[in-house]
């Protein structure tokens, strides 16, 4: 095997892993909390829960590793982030559901609807901490001059307003988590960034 791909395949299962344990450490606390009852509503046990975060953990840890060059990029970031989760939460759908119910396209679309929201944001932000300096528009966000800030503010509530009064009405007859995607993209994710853009350049301006 060669070096960089065992280093790529090492580097992304420990991350799998690490998520695995958190994940794992949230539901030892819902165990020693509320006993077995979240477990026995889902129709499964606490350690089956266990082992399908570390082998989602582990199986998600592999993907980032034979993708790991595409951290390189913003969006090649992200696409790790949604792919190393997304095994979780197929795998927590594969728990709670009948065996004919498995690889509907419904089950497939929540989980990558979940993987999404999840991954996305923390491959992002794994790309910043690497990366303090990139392509022109993202240092334009990250160290935004007064002017800039008023220009995103002012989009973004623009977008976000449209779609406040349009959703209900374009999304009537759309699928629960394709509704959800609609609004996380033209409604929180515009006043999300007008609003930390805002806060950012006060920051700067503050220091």
Known sequence: MPRNLEHNLLTGVGFGL???TCFS????VVRLVSGTEPFDRLHTTY???IELYYAG?????VFIGLLWSLRRWPLGSML???IGVFPLYY?????SLPRPDWFTSDTLRMALLLACLVGSPVGLIYWL???PRGPAWIDM???????TAVKVAFAGLLVASLSWFGLAKWTGNWPFDLVILTTVVLFILPVGLAVLVTVRVLGLRGR
Do not use: E, K
């Open 18 to 20: 690490l998520v695995a």
């Open 25 to 28: 450490a949230w539901v030892t």
């Open 47 to 49: 350690g089956a829960v």
């Open 57 to 61: 953990g582990f199986s998600g840890g």
């Open 80 to 82: 790790l982030g949604i």
């Open 91 to 95: 795998g927590a759908a594969l728990l």
């Open 129 to 131: 901490r690497d990366n």
């Open 141 to 147: 966000l990250r160290y935004p001059t007064p002017g």
